[in-house]
C-alpha cells in the first residue's frame, strides 16, 4: 500500500464533527501516511456547495470542528499539510481546462452521480456544479500532482474520472500529470448503529465524544444475528454486524475468539455488545482527551490552515503555469 513516492492528497467535505466511520476508515490511513509520505489534507468547502449552497451559515464552524477532530485524531500540520480547497484559487482554473476535456456522457454515467441525483432533492442538485463535483475533485487532487489518494470505497469512481481526466489532458497537451490511484482502508466497513453504512445523514453513527454509556446503548439497540432468537441458539458472526465492530479492533479483543464463542452459544449478545462498546470507548478516550484541550484554542484552526494555504499556493502556481503553457493560453 505505501509503495509510492509521491504525494498524497485527501480531502475531506466539511461536514462538522467526525464520527466514528471516518475515524476507522480514512482518518487512520491519513495518520499512517503522514510519517511516511508527503501528504496534503484539505477541507473541500467547494464540494460542500455543491450540495449545501442554499445554507452556507455553518461553512466556517463546521471547517474548524472537522480539523479539531483532524488534530484530535493525530495529524499533525507540523509533518502534514492542512488547507483549506477555496484558499487555493488555482483550482477552479485547472477545473476549467478539465471541464473542457471531459464529455458530459462520462460525468452522467458517473455511478455516485446517478445514485446521489435518485438519493438527494433532485431539485437542488440539479445543477452543472454537481454534475461537475468530480472535475472539481480531480483539480483538487492534480493541482498538486498528487499520485495517491486516501479515500473510501465510494469515491473510486471518482479517481477513476480523475485518471481519465488526466490521460486526456496528458494526451492532448502533454504529459504533465500522474495518474492518481486510491488507497483504500484495510478495515472492513464500519456498520451503522442501523446496519447501513455510518452515516451523519441516516443519525446511525457513534460520535467519537460520544462517553461509553452512550456508546453502549446505542451498540445495544444494533440488530444482530437474527436467526438467534434465545440466549442458547448459536449465533453466525458473519451475518452480525456487531461483530464488524469487532474486526475494527485486532489490537485490542481476538474477533476470531469471539466468533467462536458466539457459533457455540457461550456468550450472549449483550454482553458480546457491551464488551466492544467499552473497547470502542477505550480506544476515544485519548482522541476525547487531546479534543477537550484543543477545543479551548480559537485561533489553532485559522492559523494552520492560513499556514498550508501559503504552502500549497506555491506548488499550485507552479502546475497552472506549467498547464498555462502546454495548453497554450500562457501570457505571451
Ligand atoms: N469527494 C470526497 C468525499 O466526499 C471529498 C473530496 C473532494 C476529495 N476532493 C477530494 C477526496 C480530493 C480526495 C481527493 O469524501
Known sequence: ???????????????????????????KVMTNLQKMRDCYFFVADWHALTTEYRDTSMLWTYTQEMVLDWLAAGLDPGVCTIYRQSDIQAIPELMLYFSMIISLGELERCPTYKQQLRELDERVVNT????GYPVLMAADILIVKGEEVPVGEDQIPHLELTREIARKFNML??????????ILSKVPRIPGTDGRKMSKSYGNYIDLMDEEEVIRQKVRKMITDPARVRRSDKGHPEVCSVFDLYRAYPNM?????RARECRMAKIGCTACKDEIAKVIADDLSPFKERRKTLYSDESVVAQIL???????????????????????????
Open 1 to 27: 500500500m505505501e509503495s509510492g513516492t509521491g504525494r498524497v492528497v485527501s480531502g475531506y467535505r466539511p461536514s462538522g464533527r467526525l464520527h466514528l466511520g471516518h475515524y476507522h476508515g480514512n482518518l
Open 128 to 131: 452543472y456544479g454537481f454534475l
Open 173 to 182: 497537451y502533454g504529459s504533465i500529470f500522474p495518474e492518481p490511484r486510491p
Open 253 to 257: 479483543v481476538s474477533s476470531e475468539e
Open 306 to 332: 492560513s499556514d498550508g494555504a501559503k504552502k500549497v499556493k506555491l506548488i499550485a502556481s507552479e502546475t497552472l503555469e506549467e498547464v498555462r503553457r502546454s495548453v497554450k493560453i500562457a501570457r505571451v
